[in-house]
């Protein structure tokens, strides 16, 4: 736009399979000096922008064409870009349609991931619309680049990576650290409230006490009560007997 690029992409690989056919690599024909791609159908404009890859000399499937339609947006006080949709065009007619919403960035920067596919065992950032026709077709790019609208110099910015900060497998290491660090403090815990008790508490042995009673006592709690060789005294409610043989 105004002799200003637009849109910048770059792929390691570009495969593309329809059904159960062969997976067809369409690399050398998009990146490279020997790049026969034709992108005269991709227009741009302040808040879209479509880039259309023919692969017209491709040797299987001739006339197929990949499109990327991008969107840019105010967020904020930012501008972002999008990647709305990527089309897979067939004999000038729509053979599969692609959702690309997870693909963003600021407007400032660009955006790169390590695999960007339709295929589902793979967190596909590509999947597909609800057209039947869009399952059959699997579309792979491999170190995928991409960046809308602003163009400075020509070249990439600084890039906004597809591998979020906090993965699956980031947040599991955290938890369990998380869970590491409170046993390790509740342990440490026990162990200062344990010799906060030691220090403070030592155990004393309280000695078994039996008041004695004097005469007078004596007297007025016990009877002397004789009986066949047998010697009682009766203590309030309980009976002490000795007996003789």
């Not at 990146?31 to 404009?45: E, F, H, L, P, R």
């Not at 900060?165 to 980031?170: D, L, N, R, V």
């Not at 060789?229 to 309030?236: D, I, P, S």
Request: a negative charge; one cysteine or more.
């Amino acid at each position: 736009m105004d002799g200003i690029p637009c849109i910048l992409f770059w792929a390691k690989r570009i495969t593309i399979k329809f059904k159960n056919q062969t997976w067809l690599d369409l690399t050398d024909e998009a990146i490279g000096q020997k790049a026969t791609v034709d992108a005269g159908n991709s227009n741009c404009s302040e808040e879209s922008a479509m880039l259309s890859l023919k692969f017209g000399d491709a040797e299987n499937p001739r006339g197929l064409d990949i499109r990327f339609a991008l969107t840019s947006y105010k967020l904020s006080i930012q501008r972002w870009f999008s990647l709305h949709r990527v089309e897979v065009i067939f004999n000038n007619s729509i053979q599969a349609t692609f959702n690309a919403t997870g693909i963003y960035a600021p407007s400032s920067y660009s955006y790169h991931c390590q695999r960007v596919s339709s295929l589902q065992p793979h967190d596909a950032l590509l999947p597909s619309d609800t057209n039947d026709m869009s399952s059959l077709w699997e579309v792979t790019f491999v170190d995928f680049q991409i960046q809308g609208f602003p163009i400075k110099g020509g070249q990439f910015a600084k890039a906004r990576d597809c591998t979020s900060s906090f993965s699956p497998a980031i947040l599991i290491g955290l938890a369990t650290s998380l869970l590491l660090l409170l046993v390790l403090a509740y342990a440490l815990h026990m162990l200062i409230y344990l010799r906060y008790l030691d220090r403070h508490y030592d155990p004393i042995a309280s000695p078994a006490h039996f008041p004695q009673l004097t005469a007078q006592d004596a007297v007025e709690e016990k009877e002397l009560l004789r009986s066949q060789g047998a010697e009682c005294y009766e203590l309030r409610s309980q009976q002490i007997c000795k007996i003789y043989v």
